[in-house]
């Protein structure tokens, strides 16, 4: 049969679509095989369509229908037979059914498109679902709403996602009015892009193509096969994972095991496109996954092994303010959140606090976190550890479930009693080698276990054996039957090479305004932390009255009194003292305590400047609330003096807050670099004793000192508080003995106390200079973080 004829038989007959150019050969024989080679195949392709094998296919009659193998059915072919992303093995083949559609490679950017049809018979596809769209004359809507050209249901899609007009020229321009953008050809677009003949347009988990006036949807993106490919990573001297190579199909459920050490988890970061390989590839639907990444992150769930889920929140609120971060504002996020509720099973907990879930709920509302956009590839990190036997089965079935849903689930796990819930197991041993891989029944078989896993644990003890067993699981039939018959090593599409520049998704004003919901709500909940930040400062200011008693020490008596000067100081002193003490203990934890939160959500979409942005926004609310209790306090207990500059009140409050607020500053980076909070905690000590020592206080600030001095911001808060009571003036004159010479001054006046205005505004810039600096050091080092 020709290109492009008009098919009258009624034989069943194969129609094969290659970037817009048709085939069609109809079937009559008991065998045929397909491919680009004369002497092999009777249907045969023209020698320019190289996707195709020399001999690609066999198909052999079953009943009224035809059975089509991989391959010659013996060996595989290079770029494989596909059916919903899951590969069809020269073994076991795949029965064709009227209007099958099968695809020869499995990158749907470069693919050809293989449907069987048989007249006779009904349609095996009985989606009604439009998936192809003539864009001529018309303005072209695509996204969730109901009345889209081309409705495109998944939670990462917007009502109003694109649409696609023409220009003036004949040309299709695409303008992108979505939450989570556009890709075409790999690039994301910025706001509008035109689309050239045969260009590749990814909306959430869509692919589609254009093809000539036509926009069809090549995958709905429902269905993810992942091929890992050779994958080592060496380190300088010791090798974490050792040319590992494995098929995962889509809906398979796979549980990565092996001894401590053995690299389950390198394989994980690796398989999840967040550690960097020496060597290998993984792919995802035939696209490498680090240089598409930008493409996938919301596709992809995963649940590390810390909770990533706020303590001082409901259940609810977690996955609310998850999904208004994660989703299309335009999402009905009730719905979504019932619905993962319902998913995982945590309904009846709802209205729970996380902090009094146990340790599977917990888990569980984790798994909610990363349900809500309902990723079809979905990586779990030892999710059952800390679990009794009977939790760890209800997790099992429940990723189970997941699986049967068609996603795909991977998962580290120490736990085996329930393995067999699995489709494959990954069995590494140490060095990253992997010993075996297949049905978790014939793992024990190939390690002549009976039916405890453990006793595979104990065989692999020894290096020599895990070498010994690897070499042997190479060689096996398990290899070739579970590996090579199913791995695909993907193509290099010419868009593959995508710089991942993070997308934002929702808007940074919108991320900033949830993220300070969620902070100020935590906060909130935290009363005791807050009272403590509230009230720790007043109260050892108001215990200071009981040491200076009757004493007036910010006010110029009548009498001259040489001792008032260093009381006021020491007054002052403690002041500066309170506000740095609690603007650092108010902030210290704060980065830390949320980081397997944060390192999450960045990978999604998380913005670094609003995150930080709704952290000094909050601080500062609090700093405001502090500053103003703190100022009462002094009012209420210490005469005011009358400053020169401006009024005693305003230069107290300016002055307490942006002591507040430098520390706070320096507390946030800390705690950005820091590893876990114990270290955090450790830090304030540290951190406060040069800010004793070298604040010009308690000692005199003389030569490399002076210097020293000038980076703490003690020594600029206790100047500006000295400038505004005029420090300086409370010094008498300096007595003369009968003797001509003058007694000493207990307290020299100094520049830094100047009551000038020049010398306020240099202290509250410094202090303003000095929260810049940190918080620009804080951005740095959350950068840092970022892997891509
Ligand atoms: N970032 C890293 N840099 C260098 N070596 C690392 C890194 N992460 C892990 N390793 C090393 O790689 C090896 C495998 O570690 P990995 O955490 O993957 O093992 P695992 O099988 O998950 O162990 P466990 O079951 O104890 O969590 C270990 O020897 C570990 O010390």
Redesign the pocket.
Same mark, same amino acid.
């Given at each position: 049969m020709h290109p492009n004829k008009t098919v009258t038989s009624v034989n069943s007959y194969l129609k094969l679509e290659n970037q817009g150019s048709i085939i069609y050969f109809e079937l009559k024989e008991q065998q045929h095989i397909l491919g680009r080679d004369r002497t092999f195949a009777d249907l045969v392709v023209p020698e320019d369509w190289q996707l195709v094998g020399r001999c690609q296919a066999l198909l052999r009659k079953d009943g009224e229908d035809y059975r089509i193998y991989d391959g010659n059915g013996d060996k595989p072919s290079t770029n494989g037979l596909y059916i919903n992303h899951i590969r069809i093995t020269p073994e076991s083949g795949y029965s064709l059914k009227n209007d099958t559609e099968i695809r020869i490679g499995h990158n749907c950017n470069n693919q050809v498109v293989l449907t069987y049809h048989h007249p006779a018979q009904p349609s095996a596809n009985n989606t009604h679902e439009s998936s192809r769209v003539s864009l001529k004359n018309r303005s072209v809507l695509l996204g969730r709403d109901f009345n889209a050209t081309l409705p495109l249901e998944a939670p990462t899609v917007s009502r109003r996602h694109a649409t696609i007009d023409t220009d003036g020229q004949g040309r299709y321009i695409l303008r992108d009015y979505s939450t989570n953008g556009v890709f075409v050809n790999g690039q994301k677009v910025n706001t509008t892009a035109f689309l050239s003949a045969g260009a590749i347009i990814r909306i959430g988990p869509f692919t589609l193509v254009l093809r000539g006036d036509e926009l069809q949807i090549l995958d709905r993106g429902n269905q993810i096969r992942l091929d890992a490919c050779n994958l080592v990573i060496q380190?300088k001297d010791k090798r974490?994972l050792d040319d590992i190579s494995v098929p995962i199909e889509p809906g398979q459920f796979v549980a990565l095991v #092996?001894g *401590? #050490?053995? #690299?389950? *988890?390198?394989l994980m970061r690796t398989l999840l496109g967040v550690e960097q390989t020496t060597q290998g590839v993984v792919y995802l639907n035939g696209e490498n996954l680090r240089n598409n990444f930008n493409m996938y992150r919301t596709h992809i769930g995963y649940v590390p092994q810390d909770d990533i889920i706020h303590q001082e929140l409901t259940v609810t609120e977690v996955l609310t303010y998850a999904a208004k971060l994660r989703l299309p504002p335009d999402i009905d996020v009730t719905q979504v959140v019932e619905k993962t509720l319902q998913d995982v099973e945590m309904s009846h907990r709802q209205d729970a606090k996380v902090s009094e879930l146990s340790g599977g709920q917990r888990k569980r509302v984790s798994i909610g976190v990363e349900l809500l956009a309902d990723p079809k590839l979905f990586f779990l990190d030892e999710p059952t550890s800390g679990l009794d036997p009977g939790l760890d089965k209800k997790m099992m079935q429940l990723l189970r479930k997941l699986a049967d849903q068609g996603r795909t689930v991977i998962l580290?796990t120490?736990a085996t009693a329930n393995i067999k819930l699995c489709d494959r197991v990954v069995f590494?041993g140490r060095g990253g080698r992997l010993c075996y891989f297949g049905p978790p029944d014939q793992c024990l078989q190939f390690f002549g276990v009976r039916e405890d896993f453990a006793d595979i644990y104990n065989q692999l003890e020894k290096a020599e054996t895990v070498i010994d067993q690897a070499n042997k699981f190479r060689q096996s039939h398990d290899y070739r039957r579970y590996i090579d018959n199913h791995l695909n090593p993907g193509t290099q599409s010419p868009q593959s090479n995508v710089v991942n520049n993070q997308s934002h998704g929702v808007s940074f004003w919108e991320q900033l305004n949830i993220l300070m919901q969620r902070y100020f709500q935590i906060q909130k909940r935290d009363r005791v932390n807050l009272a403590l930040a509230l009230l720790t400062a007043p109260i050892s200011i108001s215990l200071m009255t009981f040491a200076i008693r009757e004493q007036d020490p910010l006010i110029l008596g009548e009498q001259p009194d040489p001792a008032l000067a260093p009381l006021a100081l020491r007054v002052l002193f403690v002041f500066t003292c309170a506000a740095l003490w609690v603007g650092l203990s108010s902030s210290l934890q704060e980065i830390v305590k949320e980081s397997a939160i944060y390192l999450r959500e960045r990978l999604v979409n998380l913005g670094l400047f609003a995150y930080l942005s709704s952290k000094v926004a909050i601080l500062s609310v609090l700093a405001v609330l502090q500053t103003l209790l703190m100022t009462a306090v002094i009012f209420l207990f210490f005469k005011s003096p009358q400053p020169e500059l401006i009024s005693w009140q305003l230069g107290l409050s300016i002055t307490t807050f942006l002591t507040l607020l430098t520390s706070i500053s320096l507390g946030l980076f800390v705690s950005s670099f820091v590893k876990n909070t114990s270290q955090a905690n450790s830090a304030l000590p540290l951190l406060l004793l040069p800010q004793f020592i070298f604040s010009g206080v308690l000692f005199k600030m003389e030569g490399i000192a002076s210097k020293v001095s000038w980076l703490m911001l003690s020594r600029w808060s206790v100047g500006a508080y000295g400038a505004l009571v005029n420090l300086n003036k409370l010094v008498p004159e300096p007595i003369k003995l009968p003797d001509g010479s003058t007694l000493s001054q207990p307290f020299e006046p100094t520049p830094i106390y100047e009551a000038t205005w020049s010398n306020l505004s240099l202290n509250w810039g410094i202090l303003c200079l000095h929260t810049v600096i940190y918080l620009a050091m804080t951005f740095y080092s959350q950068k840092r973080k970022d892997i891509f």
């Open positions: 380190d974490r #092996g *401590s #050490g053995a #690299g389950k *988890s390198t580290v120490h590494l």
